[in-house]
């Protein structure tokens, strides 16, 4: 590889990644799958034409990249990333969605080795890292892309379109990233196009990195995806063409999608193109192109895991409570019910309101150390969870919150869609009494069992950051904290940041 030829790596254990890990043989995999979390990745089975830049890519969204050490002969690599929150995040992702470099599926997992040391003299290392990562700094030749990629909305245009792409199979492929808000759906210069928007800017760029340029029928159907200038869709009503997920009370109208004229003047100066009808290349479908499909033909298109029930594993059983687990898996979704095994206790069974829900809470949720241990996180075969029969006492270790005052999303619109962000050391506060100072929220979050590194107020004082020294201690505190009544009746709301003080 060229500039990178001298490289110490931190730890040695685990050092025959670097010496001898071949493509993909069984014992190598089982042994180095067994690393416990580190900011270090390590990618394997890469296509042998993949660029320094596409293996950064992989890490880009989920945080700043530090390092990078191509293995070409052995078509593998090793990305270091800022911290390790960031990397737990992006393993925790690719277990869900399998990575693609030109169009080949990567593997992806923790490297025995907790970070890499390159000669300070590796200037080209380090040059294609601050090409590659330019949007993570924000100077002034960069604030345009880094004003696209801070929108939720997608535009998504279908080149080949030889069999039907409908609004239902576009919300199926891209919730695999994240929870999809509203979809609309048009025609304009003869084309199909859409624009789709996610509840977070970072599932958008999730979404766009996989998938642009890939086919979702074999050979077919290529995605072709842009960030959107806006940043919020207005749909009117819920139908074939447009469909808002968080306010299913819509009308169905007259089978097209009405935009504001925001919308409209975004995209063209004939709002008309954008209710235009389905093109001919949307046909229904031939017999023959049926039986394409029908035997298998779908390439992104798979079927999604249906459920919305979660199976939590290695809880720690002394501390764990239906209450806790509501609190903590509330923060990416409306928690239904909570059920600790009876004859397990380690083990829980959670139902969201719907998979989308289930997906963002795993996907955010597992690796992170609750109680102490880490805990797994994976999609239920059970469809809901049973409450007791009828005067059984099982302990209290089932409970039912269908009607909880605190989900965090029943609310269509809710701004609270715009703020699902990974655990992170850093807490928001809001709905802080005007009395309660500084000291008052440090002792609080202190008491929690945690050490405060930093806080700050907001302007008007009724919202804070608040920094504990660890993820750990700030997902123990949002459990012991969120909806904690400071006086008054007032109860305080804590989630995740994005931000770091």
Request: hydrophobic share 40%; proline share 5%.
């Amino acid at each position: 590889m060229d500039g990178i030829s001298d490289v110490a790596v931190g730890v040695k254990r685990g050092s025959e990644e670097l010496n001898g890990a071949s493509n993909g043989s069984d014992s190598k995999k089982l042994r180095v799958e067994e690393a416990p979390p580190s900011r270090v990745i390590h990618i394997r089975k890469l296509p042998n034409e993949a660029s320094e830049a596409e293996v950064i890519a992989l890490g880009l969204p989920f945080g700043k990249v530090t390092n990078i050490l191509t293995l070409k002969g052995k078509n593998q690599a090793f990305l270091e990333m800022g911290t390790e929150e960031a990397a737990i995040t992006m393993v925790n992702y690719y277990t869900t969605v399998t990575p693609h470099i030109r169009n080949v599926p990567v593997f992806i997992q923790y490297s025995n080795h907790k970070e890499l040391k390159t000669d300070a003299g590796n200037q080209r290392t380090q040059a294609v890292l601050q090409a590659v990562s330019a949007v993570q700094s924000p100077s002034s030749d960069v604030q345009e892309v880094l004003a696209a990629a801070s929108s939720p909305v997608l535009r998504i245009i279908i080149d080949n379109m030889f069999y039907p792409v409908t609004l239902d199979v576009l919300q199926q492929i891209f919730s695999k990233f994240g929870t999809v808000m509203k979809i609309i759906t048009f025609t304009k210069n003869n084309q199909f196009q859409a624009l789709l928007q996610f509840s977070d800017p970072v599932n958008a760029q999730q979404a766009k990195l996989a998938l642009d340029g890939q086919n979702i029928y074999n050979s077919c159907c290529t995605l072709r995806i842009d960030f959107s200038k806006l940043v919020n869709l207005n749909v009117k009503y819920n139908n074939d063409k447009s469909r808002d997920y968080t306010r299913p009370e819509l009308p169905a109208g007259d089978g097209q999608p009405s935009l504001d004229p925001t919308v409209a003047a975004a995209f063209s100066k004939d709002s008309s193109s954008l209710l235009g009808k389905i093109p001919g290349a949307l046909n229904p479908l031939s017999a023959a192109a049926a039986a394409a499909a029908a035997a298998g033909r779908v390439a992104l298109a798979g079927q999604a895991g249906s459920s919305g029930v979660l199976l939590v594993s290695n809880l720690n059983e002394e501390m764990v409570t239906p209450q806790s687990l509501f609190t903590l898996f509330g923060v990416y979704g409306d928690v239904q019910r909570v059920k600790i095994l009876y004859n397990k206790k380690d083990s829980a069974l959670i139902q969201m309101s719907d998979s989308n829900q289930a997906q963002l809470a795993m996907s955010h949720l597992n690796g992170q150390k609750m109680y102490g241990k880490i805990i797994r996180v994976t999609l239920s075969k059970h469809q809901t969870v049973a409450l007791p029969r009828d005067g059984l006492d099982d302990q209290g270790l089932t409970k039912d919150y269908a009607n909880s005052p605190l989900h965090r999303f029943k609310k269509p619109g809710s701004k609270n869609f715009q703020n699902i962000f990974p655990p992170s050391a850093t807490l928001h506060l809001s709905n802080i009494p005007q009395d309660v100072t500084e000291d008052d929220l440090r002792l609080l979050f202190s008491n929690a069992g945690g050490t405060v590194k930093a806080f700050k107020f907001f302007q008007d004082r009724k919202m804070a950051l608040i920094q504990m020294s660890t993820v750990e201690e700030a997902i123990q505190a949002l459990i012991d904290l969120h909806n904690y009544n400071m006086g008054g009746n007032q109860h305080l709301r804590v989630s995740f940041s994005k931000s770091t003080i």
